[in-house]
């Protein structure tokens, strides 16, 4: 993936943790280029908007991108290959508040069906990284 040619990030984060958690972490991962950002070039600007996935079982997440692609393609002609998905790192990895969601894989297949693309982990706490190496947390 070519994340050069990207415009449009969207950070998708899980209903359950949002009850609490502002994204205020994702979003400066992604502002300082750490984590699941640390690919991005420092010295391009995106465009960026956070979705919760609507809720067990995510299945939200496909009429909410859905309607994100047609209306943006609409308005400013941003295409599908200009956009990518970034699952925040309280679906895709062990942490603080739970275990990776147990929804990971349908959530991924809604995206792909949407044909956008989809890369994995927002945040990556100094102490997730010492749980890991410790073998307390598996993903
Ligand atoms: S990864 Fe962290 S900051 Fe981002 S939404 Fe999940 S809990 Fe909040
Ligand atoms: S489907 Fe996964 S990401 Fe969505 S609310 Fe449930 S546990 Fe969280």
Redesign the pocket.
Known sequence: MDLTQKEYIV?L??HI??ER???????RALHERTGGFAEYPRDKSYRYL?LTCGGCCGRATHRKLTNLVRTIGKKEGVGKDQIVVQL????TND???APPCPHLAYLKTLIERIGLDLREG??ISAKSEQRRRGGSYRR
Do not use: A
């Not at 958690?21 to 979003?27: D, H, I, N, S, V």
């Open positions: 950070i984060q899980c943790v949002k958690c502002p994204g205020y972490l994702c979003e956070s925040s790192s309280c679906i942490n603080y508040h927002t945040v």
